[in-house]
């Protein structure tokens, strides 16, 4: 598993060294993992089910639908070899083309959340600030090129910081001390020190994290600028509670992804990093169901009347 000169062929393998520290732990954070993982699954394939079956889809519910699959797809690439981390005790090995498989969909994957959460709050822009011309404007048309959008924007990205990465030299140890193939954690194996292997992560960042964030803070600028308009308190009330779901779920993904690959490497933790991965990857999934179940009342309409049929 170790080599001394310098290569990343395709024959290579990483050993994922997942929570081996943790031996006293690992039949309850199995346990414990599995329970989520199962919950998560199911809470967003309820709302996707409950969302298709919904013949009337306003906007919102279309970009919750799409949420929901990037969640499902999210999870799956990462929580069965977390699981199976648990399970090995001396760590689970990864092929370099596996490693670089789950980096390039896990980043694809949250780079296309980013980019759905700017569309997500660009549908409220316009419900708040153009309600006249919501109908027109946020069209299915429209939706569906953004929804294509989200996807092809972080599949790209994601596939150059990948392929950005997996060029670099390994010389080091090829023990990953994480659950997955993230990528501060490989990046961590690579044998160039200067700051240049850290410039793919953090182009990606700007594009995945700094752009979007900024997009979706112009939008709410403009959205807080119109409500001040509003002379009514009560229809100030129910205008920003339609905001209350987008907003909890923009900051839980822009906080955990901020703390983990924007903050210099010298404060690179591997312990810490897969605590914070751990509720990262398992936690905010299972959050985002029921935020919008409890916050948002379409989908809670749409939830009872799916019970209803049932």
């Not at 000169?5 to 929570?19: H, I, P, V």
């Not at 939008?219 to 100030?236: D, E, F, P």
Request: aromatic letters at 10%.
């Amino acid at each position: 598993m170790e080599r001394d000169n310098k290569s990343t062929d395709a024959t290579m393998e990483f050993l994922l060294l997942g929570f081996s520290e943790l031996l006293c732990l690992r039949v309850l954070l199995f346990l414990i993992f599995l329970i989520v993982h199962l919950v998560t699954l199911a809470g967003n394939a309820m709302i996707f089910m409950a969302v298709v079956m919904e013949p009337s889809r306003p906007p919102m519910l279309f970009f919750l639908c799409q949420l929901s699959v990037i969640e499902l797809c999210y999870t799956l690439v990462i929580v069965p070899k977390a699981l199976l981390s648990l399970i090995v005790v001396d760590g689970s090995t990864i092929s370099f083309i596996g490693c670089a498989a789950q980096m390039h969909l896990f980043v694809a994957l949250g780079g296309a959340e980013c980019f759905l959460l700017v569309a997500m709050s660009y549908d409220r822009y316009v419900a708040i600030c153009q309600p006249l011309h919501y109908v027109a404007v946020m069209s299915e048309g429209l939706c569906f090129r953004l929804a294509v959008a989200c996807c092809l924007g972080g599949f790209a990205v994601a596939l150059g910081l990948t392929v950005a990465v997996f060029r670099l030299p390994f010389c080091q140890s090829h023990r990953i001390n994480h659950f997955f193939c993230d990528v501060p954690a490989v990046l961590h194996l690579a044998c160039i020190q200067s700051y240049t292997r850290e410039l793919p992560l953090l182009a990606a960042c700007v594009l995945l994290l700094l752009l979007p964030f900024l997009l979706i803070l112009t939008s709410y600028i403009c959205i807080a600028a119109a409500l001040l308009h509003v002379t009514s308190s009560m229809g100030r009330g129910k205008a920003f509670s339609t905001c209350i779901s987008h907003l909890a779920i923009t900051l839980l993904h822009y906080g955990c992804a901020t703390f983990m690959y924007i903050r210099p490497k010298s404060s690179y933790s591997p312990a810490r990093d897969k605590m914070v991965s751990l509720v990262y990857t398992n936690v905010t999934p299972l959050l985002y169901p029921l935020i919008y179940s409890l916050r948002n009342k379409k989908i809670r309409g749409v939830l009872r009347k799916m019970l209803r049929r049932k």
